[in-house]
Each structure stands twice: as structure tokens, then as C-alpha cells.
Nanobody, 122 residues
Framework: QVQLEESGGGLVQAGGSLRLSCVVSGRPFPNYAMGWFRQAPGKEREFVAGISWSGSSTGYADSVKGRFTISRDNAKNTAYLQMNSLKPEDTAVYYC???????????????WGQGTQVTVSS
């Protein structure tokens, strides 16, 4: 059974930083791309960042470019999202997802975590 478990969310002041982690079990982690998505209240889920299976390719939403960094450690079956210079508009539930190829489309990811809340106060 494939499981994705996020951690690292919390409450932070604007300008602060958080690092989210996503541990994957039940499938060969290095073979799959990883993505981070977020969903704010009343809004649709949106792509935040993605990384290819090798880590050689990454992509970001325009709203987070230069502030967020996605990475992965295949030896630890873990993907990360380093979030710096956080803004109140980054407040959302953040989800990690696993898929066969790197994509900005949520539909390309077959497995999802339960999400972790990130709240940025002004």
C-alpha cells in the first residue's frame, strides 16, 4: 500500500520560513516524480512545485519562484519543500503527490498525502 505522509507545517509570521517533508512508503520512491500542491479555503487546489525522479528537473508556480525550493533525497524516500519569505497568501493546506512523470497537473499524480496546514500571519 502506497502512503505519503507530510510534516513540517505550522504557524509562522510573514517573512519566516518552513520546511515541509513528505515521506513515501510502499513504492520505489526513486522511480517517481514528486509534486507539491496547495489548497486555500474556497479555492481550487493549485500546483506549487514539482521535481523529476532524478531531481534533475524542477518547476515552480510563478507565485513561489525564488522563494520556495523543492528537493528530494531518494535514499530517505523523502521529498522536501523549503519555503522562505512566506506571505499571508501562502496560507493553505499543502499536499505532496507522487506520479510517473513530472507535471503541473494534479491529475497526473496518482498518490496523495493527507496534507499539512501552513498558516502565515501578517
Amino acid at each position: 500500500q502506497v502512503q505519503l505522509e507530510e510534516s513540517g507545517g505550522g504557524l509562522v509570521q510573514a517573512g519566516g520560513s518552513l520546511r515541509l517533508s513528505c515521506v513515501v512508503s510502499g513504492r520505489p520512491f526513486p522511480n517517481y516524480a514528486m509534486g507539491w500542491f496547495r489548497q486555500a479555503p474556497g479555492k481550487e487546489r493549485e500546483f506549487v512545485a514539482g521535481i523529476s525522479w532524478s531531481g534533475s528537473s524542477t518547476g515552480y508556480a510563478d507565485s513561489v519562484k525564488g522563494r520556495f525550493t523543492i528537493s528530494r533525497d531518494n535514499a530517505k524516500n523523502t521529498a522536501y519543500l523549503q519555503m522562505n519569505s512566506l506571505k499571508p497568501e501562502d496560507t493553505a493546506v499543502y499536499y505532496c503527490a507522487s506520479g510517473r512523470v513530472f507535471s503541473t497537473a494534479a491529475g497526473q499524480y496518482g498518490y496523495w498525502g493527507q496534507g499539512t496546514q501552513v498558516t502565515v500571519s501578517s
